[in-house]
């Protein structure tokens, strides 16, 4: 059995105790290194994925020793939104293979920091997703609400500004949520297209 396990935005506060459960009772535990660390688990049981995430993967589900394992894929935030549970479907894992233990999002931080509810707003990621640049851009010119998770935050920013929106929009900018270097800021486009950010940040519109 595969567990995708979601390991939710950062700090050990945000894990589930589901989550804790299924990781302990694995026979495998498969993640970034930053993923691991939330956990106490023995170095023998533990598989640290690279930037090579994809083959690494596929090499583990195909594995004959470990065919009648339990193995714990861990996913930042909830695996079913830009998490691997669409990776590992479309490597052809059988979804009766699988069991998604739901995380909490780094959305569902950024909407209780700011205080908004989320169901008002479009919800869209970047992430390895270049054409929903259109799709923020759409949001951006019909003053639409919108959370989005940058790909590249100033080449996003430069992307929208490129496009007609105008420069002194404000967005507010939430990097590292749970972690001790959480920052959130309110900044224009302007601002955003000369810096540089984590790749741990959601940007919610309007301020």
Known sequence: MI??????????????????????????VVGSKRALA????DEGKKVILSKNLI??????INREDLKDKKIAILSTGDPCFSGLLK??????VDKKEIEVISGIS??????????????DYNIITLHGKEDNKYK?????????????????????????????????TKIWV????????????????KEISLSKFSYLTVCIYPV
Request: zero cysteines.
């Open 87 to 92: 990776t590992l479907l479309k490597l052809g």
């Open 174 to 189: 939430l990097e590292n949520l749970t972690y001790e270097n959480e920052r959130i800021r309110a900044m224009s486009l």
């Open 136 to 168: 923020l851009l759409e949001a951006f010119n019909n003053q639409e609400k919108v959370i989005f998770l940058p790909n590249n935050l100033n080449e996003d920013a430069r992307f929208l500004i490129e496009n007609g929106i105008n420069p002194n």
């Open 106 to 119: 780094s959305i569902q931080i950024a909407s209780s920091k700011l205080k908004i509810s989320w169901e």
């Open 55 to 60: 083959e690494e993967l596929k090499e583990i």
């Open 3 to 28: 567990y995708i396990v979601g390991v939710g935005p950062g700090s050990k506060d945000y894990l589930t105790l589901k989550a804790i459960e299924i990781v302990k009772n694995s026979d495998l």
């Open 38 to 41: 939330l956990f106490d688990i």
